[in-house]
């Protein structure tokens, strides 16, 4: 079975009780148990961490690079500035991987600081704005790009 690493920026291990109006009132420990539930009904085995470390984030894209794990990735605030880690997440689609680009929040729709990402243009793919339901999507996306290669 396929691996896939769930990987959450800085502030994500405070779902639940940070800004329950933008991001919803479930914490980490909910969004855990939920791609994990997810990642097995479509046959994927999910580890899913968070940081709020950007050289920890980094080193997880050079181990799923190296080991051939797809990603979904929540940079969180990382996405609006992090060019270390737009590079390290560079070298897994360099590596012929998957990577789809969460967030819980559109942020597009909030500050202006929100509205670039330095992710995207590395990522397969983006969704956005749906809270955890994103998740869900983005591991389907997975599962049916290792499904076509
Ligand atoms: C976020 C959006 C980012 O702008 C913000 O810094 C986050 C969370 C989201 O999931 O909506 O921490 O990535």
């Given at each position: 079975?396929?691996k896939?690493?769930v990987v959450?920026?800085?502030?994500?291990?405070?779902?639940g009780?940070?800004?329950?109006?933008?991001?919803?009132?479930?914490?980490l420990?909910?969004l855990?148990?939920?791609?994990e539930?997810w990642?097995s009904?479509?046959?994927l085995v999910?580890e899913?961490?968070?940081?709020?470390?950007?050289?920890e984030?980094i080193?997880w894209?050079?181990e799923?690079?190296d080991h051939g794990?797809?990603?979904?990735?929540n940079?969180?605030?990382?996405t609006?500035?992090?060019?270390?880690?737009s590079?390290?997440?560079?070298?897994?689609?360099?590596?012929?991987l998957?990577l789809?680009?969460v967030h819980?929040?559109n942020?597009?729709a909030?500050?202006?600081?929100r509205?670039?990402s330095?992710?995207?243009?590395?990522?397969?793919g983006?969704i956005t704005?749906l809270g955890?339901?994103?998740?869900?999507?983005?591991?389907?996306?997975?599962a049916h790009i290792?499904?076509?290669?």
């Amino acid at each position: 079975m396929t691996k896939v690493l769930v990987v959450n920026g800085p502030n994500l291990g405070r779902l639940g009780v940070r800004q329950p109006d933008v991001y919803g009132k479930q914490d980490l420990a909910e969004l855990t148990r939920l791609c994990e539930q997810w990642g097995s009904e479509l046959g994927l085995v999910v580890e899913v961490r968070q940081t709020d470390d950007e050289a920890e984030m980094i080193g997880w894209m050079h181990e799923a690079a190296d080991h051939g794990y797809p990603v979904v990735m929540n940079p969180a605030a990382f996405t609006h500035y992090s060019y270390g880690l737009s590079d390290a997440a560079h070298m897994v689609g360099d590596a012929g991987l998957p990577l789809m680009e969460v967030h819980i929040s559109n942020p597009s729709a909030r500050d202006e600081f929100r509205k670039r990402s330095v992710i995207s243009p590395v990522a397969t793919g983006t969704i956005t704005g749906l809270g955890f339901f994103g998740y869900k999507l983005a591991l389907e996306a997975v599962a049916h790009i290792i499904a076509q290669a």
